[in-house]
């Protein structure tokens, strides 16, 4: 079966920026994993669980995993650079206002 590199989970950070070389990360729609593409020189901005509290389920914490690639591009190696974002310790989490309404209390 194929192994995980990373299970599936969310960040719990603002946004995560991720830079990838090879393929691996899915993200889950709906019913099923789906591949995010690589794009040489581009990045994946990932909104994490603070953006979703701060947004009041406006911008959603998508679920996520790393897998292992097929076989035939094992051997490449993978190198994903990473930066998390996040606020002090001492911030507020609480939906900002203006994402609160009488229809999204």
């Known amino acids: 079966p194929r192994q995980m590199r990373y299970g599936e989970h969310t960040d719990y950070t603002g946004f995560t920026i991720l830079r990838q070389d090879a393929?691996?990360?899915?993200?889950?729609?709906?019913?099923?994993?789906?591949?995010?593409p690589v794009v040489?020189?581009?990045?994946v901005v990932n909104a994490g669980d603070l953006i979703q509290r701060w947004t009041?389920?406006?911008w959603r914490s998508n679920l996520h995993r790393v897998a292992n690639p097929e076989h035939s591009v094992?051997?490449?190696?993978?190198?994903?650079?990473?930066?998390?974002t996040g606020p002090n310790d001492d911030t507020v989490i609480e939906p900002l206002d203006v994402c609160v309404s009488s229809d999204r209390p």
């Not at 899915?26 to 591949?35: L, N, R, S």
């Not at 040489?40 to 990045?43: A, L, M, R």
């Not at 094992?74 to 998390?84: E, H, K, T």
């Open 23 to 36: 393929p691996g990360l899915e993200v889950f729609i709906g019913d099923q994993w789906v591949p995010v």
């Open 74 to 84: 094992r051997s490449s190696g993978r190198l994903s650079l990473v930066f998390f």
């Open 56 to 58: 009041n389920n406006v």
């Open 40 to 43: 040489p020189g581009g990045f």
